[in-house]
């Protein structure tokens, strides 16, 4: 129990070895291996989920070692409700994501699961790395798998949308090194050493000066939405999603997206919440425009694909959207609906996988009438799709409410006009994603290439089986997951409201105007 994040972070490394010293043709054996071995960390993050005590409201099952003596850096990991849950979305997708490259995936078979069980590996990292340094190195190791990933297995144009991918990312990168170094020299004083302990630096780093907070803050927080993307840095997800296999990109939208909203939640708030309150304008009206410019993009867009990679932008703008308001309930919904978006995005990557491994094309208009001949991948094409638009009963509903209202309702954003503007994107996504379904799916089948598509194989099927589960279970009680995290959110919440109460920057405290909904 000392050790367990140890096991779960490096067990994938370990046992993904024996992988590279497999005979090339047991092609058999190496998915086989590679699905087995990613069960074993969601075995364990599973086991997590249910002895986490989240009435604590500390981190858990902390681990910490010094590393680097000479800037007294340490190998220090543990987890809080929040970090809980992104790493169960992230062990959660990584078998899925197997199942569904198992007959797409023809080339370099062991590379290519070598690489997918070390992304695992990298992810788990970063949601647990409470040292700056240490959180960095995880951050960085994460682009070279994914690197790999969409440049070898990608499609036609995969080198162009990896590059574009590796440099955006390396040059957010940059920013957030050249700000970890810079908090850590400017923390020494009050310190009294250079630390890169994160929750050492929590204590000092809010007393630092109001225009000092804020160049850090912008070092830090370009950095997470750039990951994010948030518009306008949005540019690099559709070529990556559109060129990256399926596995690639379920992956992508699933998993490392979350590591730019979880850097907000983990980082830019609590570190830096002076330039947190100052600069809310200016994130929140990107926010905005990148919920509702996602959504509108997506309408016009002729490739399945890549109308999937817009819509990840407008959902994305949601989860921005509520943490910068920081109340309790918005902040809770930004937490859910990181995995609700995970689960349903991750699911249309997937069924969108299906589709090009039958027909070989991505375009809307070579589809129609596809449900006379696969009427069991309509009934899961039809739950996700509603699972995405947030549809009552369904998990995106939930998260998607309690952003829009505790929006509403934040002194931080200081205006509805946020929430009511957001809003519209819930009935465009309505619209594009219903429009698409209806295209592809009903209709006449006008080309004969469609007439003898074959249904979800007994694997695909099972590859979904979990997901919709999920859908329904977290659209119905939602709370077996976020109770998880609400200890957590209301100590970030809290932390936020006692520094703004100091009244350091001269403004009212930061807190709900409508009693009770915390």
């Not at 070895?17 to 090339?24: E, R």
């Not at 899961?380 to 009552?392: A, N, T």
Request: charged content about 10%; aromatic content about 14%.
């Amino acid at each position: 129990m000392n050790n367990i994040l140890s096991l779960l972070i490096f067990l994938p490394v370990i046992l993904s070895i024996p992988i590279l010293f497999f005979k090339k043709e047991s092609e058999n054996l190496i998915k086989t291996y590679a699905f087995v071995i990613s069960l074993i960390p969601l075995a364990i993050a599973t086991y997590l989920f249910f002895i986490f005590n989240p009435a604590i409201g500390e981190y858990q099952f902390v681990e910490k070692v010094k590393w680097i003596s000479f800037t007294n850096t340490y190998y220090f990991v543990g987890i809080d409700g929040i970090s809980l849950l992104l790493i169960l979305m992230s062990t959660f997708i990584f078998p899925l994501s197997i199942l569904a490259s198992w007959t797409s995936i023809i080339k370099n078979l062991k590379s290519f699961y070598f690489l997918v069980l070390m992304l695992d590996a990298g992810l788990i990292g970063v949601f647990s790395s409470l040292d700056l340094v240490l959180f960095y190195i995880f951050w960085e190791f994460i682009l070279i798998p994914m690197y790999f990933i969409i440049g070898v297995w990608g499609a036609e144009d995969r080198v162009y949308a990896t590059v574009k991918f590796f440099l955006y990312t390396m040059f957010g990168s940059l920013l957030l090194l050249i700000g970890i170094v810079w908090l850590g020299v400017l923390c020494l004083p009050s310190t009294g050493v250079f630390t890169t302990d994160l929750t050492l630096l929590q204590q000092h780093s809010p007393q630092l000066p109001l225009n000092i907070q804020v160049y850090l803050f912008i070092l830090f927080t370009l950095s997470f939405l750039i990951k994010v993307p948030l518009f306008p840095f949005h540019t690099w997800l559709p070529d990556a999603h559109v060129q990256a296999p399926t596995a690639g990109s379920v992956i992508l939208a699933a998993v490392l997206l979350k590591m730019g909203t979880y850097g907000l939640l983990r980082f830019s708030l609590p570190l830096f919440p002076g330039a947190f309150i100052k600069l809310t304008p200016v994130i929140a009206v990107l926010a905005v425009i990148g919920i509702v410019y996602g959504a509108l993009v997506s309408i016009v867009q002729k490739d399945i694909k890549k109308l999937v990679a817009y819509s990840s932008v407008s959902h994305l703008g949601f989860i921005v959207l509520g943490t910068f308001a920081v109340t309790d309930v918005a902040m809770q919904g930004s937490v859910i609906q990181m995995i609700n978006h995970g689960l349903s995005t991750g699911a249309l990557f997937m069924i969108v996988g299906i589709l090009y491994e039958r027909r070989h094309t991505k375009k809307i208009a070579d589809f129609g009438g596809i449900m006379k001949v696969m009427p069991v991948f309509s009934v899961v094409f039809m739950i996700i799709v509603f699972s995405s638009i947030g549809l009552p009963g369904l998990n995106g509903f939930v998260g998607e409410f309690l952003i829009l209202l505790g929006s509403f309702y934040s002194s931080n954003l200081g205006s509805t006009a946020y929430s009511i503007i957001s809003t519209t994107a819930v009935i465009f996504a309505a619209v594009y994603l219903l429009w698409m379904f209806q295209r592809v799916m009903l209709g006449p089948i006008d080309k004969d290439e469609n007439k003898k598509l074959p249904d979800l194989t007994v694997r695909e099927f099972l590859s979904f089986v979990p997901i919709l589960v999920f859908v329904v279970w977290i659209g119905v009680h939602p709370n077996t997951f976020m109770s998880k995290s609400e200890a957590s959110v209301k100590k970030i919440v809290k932390t936020f409201q006692d520094y703004n109460n100091k009244n350091w920057l001269g403004e009212k405290s930061i807190e709900s105007r409508a009693p009770g909904l915390e």
